[in-house]
């Protein structure tokens, strides 16, 4: 087992990392920016080091400065967390290369599914079902072509996006010309690459995911679905455990397809297979994120299992000490994304939080890194806490979260809070009727 982990990330991922390595009995290393030096993960590590100013290009993203407080601190592996180098393959391979354990996929899994073209592509020979699409286009012909065969609406999305951005859609020929030179353009800008390809727009889908872990032994073992319906311009922002869409015979056949799929690619530690549902309740391959994900927490509550410290335990060399036969989902988890942000324009808001009292009891847990005159950076992500709740079933978990948010006291800035109470009152969401734009009727900009 490792000895001592740095964490390359912050917030809210970096302190639950920090939990597993205190229960695996492994030391500690945080890094941070001069923005958080007052941090929470800064405070909770073994070791810290300043790796730079408050720009995340400068510091987070800063694969120099990570190796070298790696090695300074001689640390043996880094977690990357979500988000920043957590999908960087030339991160995971200089780590390589610097002898120091990279706790994720190979670099060539993470190269594969950082493509989304490339991996819808290779998902549909392993036989997943991918909705009908193009390849990465090239000229606005070809791609006035491709329209044509797959039928408008289309989405045209960035082959290496991500966070909900650079993706369009496009109702007609006549819009094609002019949202296809836009995502290009974001593209380039966000991504560094211009590729964009196209994808049938379903109208009124379904976010479902299935969550894996594969060992080095060609162990690969799915802890069944997440329903992550509820966004914002793309963006989760509520996640639920079980799916109530998803039967139980269901759940084994995508399960089982799924984990065929990922022993084919030889994919290593955990990941997250994304999938779109049709008004007909199929399922369609969208992308895989080779990366612990913000919403692992409600597969934990569901399975008991700590997903964080089975990555470091896959990587470590581990094999893999579940199965399908042993992983049984237990009641019903819900979680709250909390952001810094305004609750019906969803701009940041940043700045020092006053009044804090967190929500606890039964079933309750937050994962946050925020604190009673901590300062929210607007450097950074908004996301600052994540309430998720368990219950015995639907109905007991959404009370559950009713009462935890009622208790949830943020005072000083603007967060979701708001957002989440009316949710979780809301006869539509009880009942479980909802798509990607259900939180259109709640804001001017829940949508698009
Ligand atoms: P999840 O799929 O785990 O719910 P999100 O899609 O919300 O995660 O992304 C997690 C974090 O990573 C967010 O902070 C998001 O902005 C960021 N992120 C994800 N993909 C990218 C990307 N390709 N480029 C930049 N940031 C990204
Ligand atoms: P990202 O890499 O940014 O997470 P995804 O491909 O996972 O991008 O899509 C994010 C969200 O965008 C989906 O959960 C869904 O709400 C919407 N979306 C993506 N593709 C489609 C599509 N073909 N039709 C309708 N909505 C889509
Ligand atoms: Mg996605």
Same mark, same amino acid.
């Given at each position: 087992?490792?000895?001592?982990?740095?964490?390359? +990330?912050?917030?809210?991922?970096?302190?639950?990392?920090?939990?597993?390595?205190?229960?695996?009995?492994? %030391?500690?290393?945080?890094?941070?920016?001069?923005?958080? &030096?007052?941090?929470?993960?800064?405070?909770?590590?073994?070791?810290?080091?300043?790796?730079?100013?408050?720009?995340? @290009?400068?510091?987070?993203?800063?694969?120099?400065?990570?190796? @070298?407080?790696?090695?300074?601190?001689?640390?043996?592996?880094?977690?990357?967390?979500?988000?920043?180098?957590?999908? +960087?393959?030339?991160?995971?391979?200089?780590?390589?290369?610097?002898?120091?354990?990279?706790?994720?996929?190979?670099?060539?899994?993470?190269?594969?599914?950082?493509?989304?073209?490339?991996?819808?592509?290779?998902?549909?020979?392993?036989?997943?079902?991918?909705?009908?699409?193009?390849?990465?286009?090239?000229?606005?012909?070809?791609?006035?072509?491709?329209?044509?065969?797959?039928?408008?609406?289309?989405?045209?999305?960035?082959?290496?996006?991500?966070?909900?951005?650079?993706?369009?859609?496009?109702?007609?020929?006549?819009?094609?010309?002019?949202?296809?030179?836009?995502?290009?353009?974001?593209?380039?800008?966000?991504?560094?690459?211009?590729?964009?390809?196209?994808?049938?727009?379903?109208? @009124?889908?379904?976010?479902?995911?299935?969550?894996?872990?594969?060992?080095?032994?060609?162990?690969?073992?799915?802890?069944?679905?997440?329903?992550?319906?509820?966004?914002?311009?793309? &963006?989760?922002?509520?996640? %639920?455990?079980?799916?109530?869409?998803?039967?139980?015979?269901?759940?084994?056949?995508?399960?089982?397809?799924?984990?065929?799929?990922?022993?084919?690619?030889?994919?290593?530690?955990?990941?997250?297979?994304?999938?779109?549902?049709?008004? +007909?309740?199929?399922?369609?391959?969208?992308?895989?994120?080779?990366?612990?994900?913000?919403?692992?927490?409600?597969? %934990?509550?569901?399975?008991?299992?700590?997903?964080?410290?089975?990555?470091?335990?896959?990587?470590?060399?581990?094999?893999?000490?579940?199965?399908?036969?042993?992983?049984?989902?237990?009641?019903?988890?819900?979680?709250?994304?909390?952001?810094?942000?305004?609750? %019906?324009?969803?701009?940041?808001?940043?700045?020092?939080?006053?009044?804090? +009292?967190?929500?606890?009891?039964?079933?309750?847990?937050?994962?946050?890194?925020?604190?009673?005159?901590?300062?929210?950076?607007?450097?950074?992500?908004?996301?600052?806490?994540?309430?998720?709740?368990?219950?015995?079933?639907?109905?007991?978990?959404? @009370?559950?979260?009713?009462?935890?948010?009622?208790?949830?006291?943020?005072?000083?800035?603007?967060?979701?809070?708001?957002?989440?109470?009316?949710?979780?009152?809301?006869?539509?969401?009880?009942?479980?009727?909802?798509?990607?734009?259900?939180?259109?009727?709640?804001?001017?900009?829940?949508?698009?």
């Amino acid at each position: 087992m490792f000895k001592k982990i740095l964490i390359a +990330n912050r917030g809210e991922i970096a302190l639950r990392v920090i939990c597993a390595c205190k229960e695996l009995g492994i %030391e500690t290393v945080a890094v941070y920016s001069e923005a958080d &030096q007052q941090s929470l993960h800064v405070r909770f590590a073994d070791q810290a080091v300043c790796i730079g100013p408050a720009r995340s @290009s400068d510091s987070y993203l800063n694969i120099a400065s990570i190796i @070298s407080a790696a090695e300074i601190t001689n640390a043996d592996a880094i977690h990357p967390g979500y988000g920043f180098l957590s999908e +960087n393959d030339h991160f995971a391979e200089v780590c390589e290369v610097s002898h120091i354990t990279f706790i994720g996929p190979r670099p060539e899994a993470m190269r594969l599914m950082g493509n989304k073209d490339a991996a819808r592509k290779k998902m549909a020979e392993l036989g997943l079902p991918v909705l009908p699409g193009s390849g990465v286009l090239t000229s606005l012909a070809e791609a006035l072509e491709a329209a044509q065969q797959i039928g408008y609406p289309v989405m045209v999305k960035a082959a290496a996006g991500g966070g909900g951005r650079g993706m369009r859609v496009v109702a007609s020929s006549e819009e094609l010309p002019h949202f296809f030179a836009t995502a290009q353009q974001e593209a380039q800008a966000a991504f560094g690459t211009p590729d964009v390809y196209l994808e049938k727009y379903i109208a @009124s889908p379904r976010h479902i995911e299935f969550q894996v872990l594969a060992d080095h032994y060609g162990k690969v073992v799915h802890l069944g679905e997440r329903e992550c319906t509820i966004q914002r311009r793309h &963006q989760k922002l509520l996640e %639920e455990s079980p799916s109530t869409q998803i039967s139980f015979e269901v759940r084994h056949e995508v399960g089982r397809q799924v984990v065929e799929a990922l022993k084919e690619t030889g994919y290593t530690n955990a990941g997250t297979v994304e999938f779109i549902m049709d008004e +007909n309740r199929n399922l369609y391959f969208l992308e895989m994120n080779a990366r612990i994900q913000v919403e692992h927490p409600v597969t %934990e509550m569901v399975t008991g299992l700590d997903l964080v410290k089975k990555q470091i335990e896959i990587a470590a060399g581990q094999p893999l000490d579940i199965s399908a036969e042993t992983v049984s989902l237990r009641g019903h988890a819900i979680e709250c994304r909390i952001c810094a942000e305004n609750p %019906e324009t969803f701009a940041p808001s940043a700045g020092k939080i006053i009044g804090f +009292n967190v929500p606890g009891g039964l079933g309750v847990r937050l994962d946050t890194a925020a604190y009673a005159e901590a300062v929210v950076p607007p450097y950074y992500d908004s996301l600052i806490a994540k309430l998720v709740v368990h219950g015995s079933d639907r109905a007991e978990a959404i @009370s559950r979260m009713a009462r935890a948010l009622d208790m949830f006291i943020i005072e000083g800035i603007s967060t979701s809070v708001p957002l989440h109470q009316k949710i979780m009152a809301d006869p539509d969401f009880r009942a479980g009727k909802f798509d990607t734009h259900y939180l259109s009727r709640f804001s001017r900009n829940g949508t698009g």
